[in-house]
C-alpha cells in the first residue's frame, strides 16, 4: 500500500460548485498533512496546510482531517474556472498522485 | 523573497550524456530537497539536504544520480549516462528548519527530456 493514496480523477464540474478531493494516508504517525495546487507544466503551489486532526479554512478553501480514518479532505466553495489545476495532497516527504479538476465555467 | 529557482528550465539531451540542474533555495531555508515528477504522477521524492548534509535518500535515486550541496547554499543534481527513463520534470524545493513534514516550497522545474 502507497504511504499517500488520491484519486487521479478527472474531476469536472460546473462554476459555482463545491468540489471535495480526498486522501488517504496509510501511516498513522504522520501529523502535517498539506495541499498543493499544481497547473500544467509548473511546480506545485502550497495552498494549506493542517497540522493533526480538525479544520482549517482560508477564504473559499477548507482542509479536514480525519486521523482516525486517516482520511483528508479539500473543500472548495464556489468553484472558479481558475481552480482547474491538479490538486496533490501530501504529507511528510510522500506526495499523492493528484487530483485533476476541471471547472466549467 | 525570491523563491526557489532553477536552471535550466529545459534540457534535451542524447541517450547517455550527463546532465547537471541547479538549485537556490529560498535564503534562510536550511533544508532542500529534490524531487522528480512523470506525467500523470505526484512528485516523487529522490533526496534531501539539511544544510550541506544529505540526509535522506530514496531507492529511486540511482547510481547514476548524485546530488550535492556544497556549503549549504545551492545544490546541483547530476544524472550520469542519461536514459529515456529519466525524461521527467525535476523539482527543486526548500523549508525553513522546523519539523520535518512541515511545509515545503517548489521551484517551477527542470524539464529534462532524454532522446
Known amino acids: 500500500q502507497k504511504e499517500v493514496e488520491q484519486d487521479p480523477g478527472p474531476l469536472s464540474v460546473p462554476e459555482g460548485a463545491i468540489v471535495s478531493l480526498n486522501c488517504t494516508y496509510s501511516?498513522?504517525?504522520?501529523?502535517?498533512f498539506m495541499w498543493y495546487r499544481q497547473y500544467s507544466r509548473k511546480g506545485p503551489e502550497l495552498l494549506m496546510y493542517t497540522y493533526s486532526s480538525g479544520n482549517k479554512e482560508d477564504g473559499r478553501f477548507t482542509a479536514q482531517v480525519d486521523k482516525s480514518s486517516k482520511y483528508i479532505s479539500l473543500f472548495i466553495r464556489d468553484s472558479q474556472p481558475s481552480d482547474s489545476a491538479t490538486y496533490l495532497c501530501?504529507?511528510?516527504?510522500?506526495f499523492g498522485k493528484g487530483t485533476r479538476l476541471s471547472v466549467i465555467a | 523573497d525570491t523563491g526557489v529557482s532553477q536552471n535550466p528550465r529545459h534540457k534535451i539531451t542524447k541517450r547517455g550524456q550527463n546532465v547537471t540542474f541547479r538549485c537556490d533555495p529560498i535564503s534562510e531555508h536550511n533544508r532542500l530537497y529534490w524531487y522528480r515528477q512523470t506525467l500523470g504522477q505526484g512528485p516523487e521524492f529522490l533526496t534531501y539536504f539539511q544544510n550541506e548534509a544529505q540526509l535522506e535518500k530514496s531507492r529511486l535515486l540511482s547510481d547514476r544520480f548524485s546530488a550535492e550541496r556544497p556549503k549549504g547554499s545551492f545544490s546541483t543534481l547530476e544524472i550520469q549516462r542519461t536514459e529515456q527513463g529519466d525524461s521527467a520534470m525535476y523539482l527543486c524545493?526548500?523549508?525553513?528548519?522546523?519539523?520535518?513534514?512541515?511545509?515545503?516550497?517548489f521551484g517551477e522545474g527542470s524539464w529534462l527530456t532524454v532522446v
Open positions: 524545493a526548500s523549508s525553513p528548519k522546523v519539523r520535518l513534514g512541515n511545509t515545503i516550497y
Open positions: 501530501a504529507t511528510y516527504l510522500v
Open positions: 501511516n498513522s504517525a504522520f501529523q502535517y
